[in-house]
Nanobody, 112 residues
């Protein structure tokens, strides 16, 4: 099992940056793929980015603006978000697919 705790959300203006972090604990060395999802109010949860096997993958809406990375100690996953837009507003969740584990989420709000 793994436990995930997100941090770093907040309120920013359009064009600004935020960095989200996900702290992993438990069977972290058996994790291959990690992902960030987000859910806007009234909408379905959607994949933002994932990392694993030496590869990264991004939703079209965030390509070129967001960067996902994993720490060398494998116990953190970071989402660097630049040039934020109001459409990026939502609750951001860290996810470990192999264990179907989710964090509690962190709110990101981008004002116009």
């Amino acid at each position: 099992q793994v436990q995930l705790v997100e941090s770093g959300g907040g309120l920013v203006q359009a064009g600004e940056s935020l960095t989200l972090s996900c702290a992993l604990s438990g069977s972290i060395f058996s994790i291959d793929v990690m992902a960030w999802y987000r859910q806007a109010s009234g909408k379905q949860r959607e994949l933002v980015a994932n990392i694993g096997g030496g590869k990264t993958n991004y939703a079209d809406s965030v390509k070129g603006r967001f960067t996902i990375s994993r720490g060398n100690a494998k116990n953190t996953v970071t989402l660097q978000m630049d040039s934020l837009k109001p459409d990026d507003t939502g609750v951001y969740y860290c996810h470990a697919p192999q264990f179907n584990s989710w964090g509690q989420g962190t709110q990101v709000t981008v004002s116009p």
